[in-house]
């Protein structure tokens, strides 16, 4: 015939709700519930969303972000607000679409910010205005580790940063990361695993984050 | 056989992976209510008339308009963050909502930032993207045999949906037989099974169940099914109406899906949510054979599913370019790709998403010249 075929398309199976998170966030609460109600409109379901996730996106697009995160951020929750009525999925779809959504928002912030340079002032406006309701000291202590962490991981190859991040902070699935990385899975899974364990054998990172 | 996603197991206990999921701070928190506002804003007006319904069932009215008034007040007299004031005026015009004022950044210490709403591009959709292609299989071989196109029907989840009629207003549906309507209230909840993402080609059951205010079945009411298709204008009837059993229930079924449909069930003064269900495309990738030497060969890509003049890329794995192209009329596109003296070279043939179907990507690789 003169011609062979090598595949045909194959989706793995969805739906399954998680009741495991691949990272080590403290929460793990089921969030569907709290999904059917943000859709619906009650704002404590899309707080319960937000307090899940939005800490997770920060510290993705630390690593992921050349410009400013915290706009990049807001822009990704106004996208997700925006749409939320007419998403359909469960809270790993919801999770992968948030993250997606976020690094599409950080491309082109990348490319707005590559087309129209700005210059940068000292921000006044943070002075003074930490929040003090938690211990500050364990704050303090937690927030170097985990901000020096970031900026280890930064040091990775871009890709394979990306891949830690939204594999380990993100949650999010193999399969899943693969697909919005443009990667096979098991691209992603070596990629993850020497990247981790290129920062975990490091004996000068693990001084430093110790 | 499909691993599990236990490999991070090994790394638990590293100080590195410890800092990176560490609970979040409370710094990382600030900014829940000017999330939560903007969330308020954003909500169709629908949704929130459904939700302040029901919150109205638990606080008093005057608590319900303080609830819903404040964040627009907030964004009104520009006391919301100024990144967040940005985008809501930028991005929700019709609230009227005022510019901030650019005395300062929010954090980032960058001054007078003009409004930028760029638009990725590649559409983000609020369709979940945690169905990953399949990746190619190590035993994929240029003579495996094809598998149905189907084969996947079910690897996606069943949805309900129900939404209350709307408050007294008379609906356009067909007139029924001399059974009294259901009083205001009523129900129809809508179920599309294999689920809300099918593989092109797949045939849907949509069963509905109509009930009463006090949850009750609704036995012999007339539901007829409708849907909404790309370029066909208003909704379309599927099928013969049918009545509702003893349990207040209706099964239709509708014929294989080749296109992306809104479905919505109708009975009288009640109407289910509108379901959309999209499809996706089945992708197919025939390789040339090729002989010792060559330096390239052909690739085919057949998209069932897509229409002509939709488009194809072909990357080759690990790298950013790729070669594009459109599909013809018999829904086929050609790409030429090197051909690699001893090595296998990984490609992925990936289809965009149109107002037809979902995007959907097929790895695929093609061996070393003159094996096959």
């Not at chain 2, 627009?72 to 991005?91: F, G, I, M, R, V």
């Not at chain 2, 890329?313 to 070669?323: D, I, K």
Request: glycine share 6%; charged share 20%.
């Amino acid at each position: 015939m003169g011609t062979a075929l090598i595949a045909t398309s194959h989706r793995r199976p969805r739906g399954r709700a998680r009741r495991s998170d691949p990272s080590g966030f403290a929460t793990d609460e089921p969030l569907d519930d709290a999904l059917d109600r943000a859709r619906a409109g009650d704002e404590s379901g899309f707080a319960e969303l937000w307090r899940e996730l939005h800490p997770r996106l920060l510290r993705y697009l630390r690593v992921r972000c050349t410009g400013n995160h915290e706009d990049v951020a807001a822009e990704t929750w106004l996208h997700v607000v925006r749409d939320l009525h007419s998403f359909i999925g469960n809270v790993d779809g919801f999770r992968a679409w948030v993250f997606t959504v976020a690094r599409h928002r950080a491309i082109d912030a990348a490319r707005a910010s590559a087309a129209r340079p700005q210059i940068s002032v000292p921000d006044f406006s943070a002075v003074g205005r930490q929040p003090t309701s938690a211990p500050a000291e364990s704050e303090a202590l937690e927030r170097i580790s985990t901000e020096r962490a970031l900026k280890l991981v930064k040091r990775l190859p871009a890709e394979q940063a990306e891949m830690v991040m939204l594999r380990v902070v993100a949650g999010l699935d193999v399969p899943v990361v693969a697909d919005i990385v443009g990667k096979s899975p098991g691209a992603v899974r070596v990629s993850v695993h020497r990247g981790l364990r290129t920062l975990s054998r490091d004996p000068q990172i693990r001084s430093e984050v110790v | 056989m499909r691993r599990r996603d236990d490999d991070l197991s090994p790394f638990r206990d590293d100080p590195v992976f410890e800092a990176l999921t560490a609970p979040a701070t409370e710094t990382e928190l600030v900014g829940e209510a000017e999330a939560v506002a903007a969330f308020r804003e954003a909500m169709p007006a629908r949704v929130k008339r459904r939700s302040a319904a029901r919150i109205a069932t638990t606080t008093t009215a005057a608590a319900v308009t303080l609830a819903v008034s404040g964040g627009a007040a907030a964004a009104y007299t520009a006391h919301l963050p100024e990144s967040w004031q940005a985008k809501l005026h930028a991005d929700l015009p019709a609230l009227d909502i005022p510019a901030p004022h650019h005395h300062h950044h929010s954090s980032g210490g960058v001054v007078a930032k003009p409004v930028v709403t760029p638009h990725p591009t590649v559409a983000t959709t609020p369709t979940p993207a945690a169905t990953g292609a399949g990746s190619p299989s190590p035993h994929a071989s240029p003579s495996l045999a094809p598998t149905s196109p189907l084969a996947s029907p079910s690897a996606t989840p069943s949805l309900s949906v129900v939404v209350p009629p709307p408050s007294s207003t008379p609906t356009t549906s067909p007139t029924s037989t001399s059974v009294s309507p259901p009083a205001s209230g009523a129900q129809l909840a809508m179920h599309v099974s294999p689920g809300a993402r099918v593989t092109v080609g797949t045939q849907l059951t949509v069963d509905g169940t109509l009930t009463a205010p006090d949850g009750t079945a609704v036995a012999s009411r007339r539901v007829v099914l409708l849907e909404r298709v790309v370029g066909r204008r208003g909704w379309n009837r599927v099928g013969a109406p049918l009545q509702t059993s003893a349990a207040g229930q209706v099964t239709f079924s509708v014929p294989a899906l080749q296109q992306n449909v809104r479905l919505v069930l109708h009975s009288r003064h009640v109407r289910s949510a509108v379901q959309k269900v999209v499809v996706i495309p089945v992708i197919r990738v025939d390789v040339a054979p090729t002989s010792a030497g060559d330096t390239s060969t052909t690739v085919t890509v057949s998209v069932a599913g897509g229409e002509p003049g939709d488009v194809v890329v072909l990357r080759e794995a690990g790298t950013r370019t790729g070669q594009r192209a459109s599909l013809s009329g018999s829904a086929t596109a050609t790409f030429t790709v090197a051909v690699s003296q001893r090595e296998v070279i990984h490609y992925r043939a990936f289809v965009p998403r149109t107002k037809e179907h979902a995007s959907h990507s097929l790895p695929f690789y093609v061996p070393p010249s003159g094996s096959g």
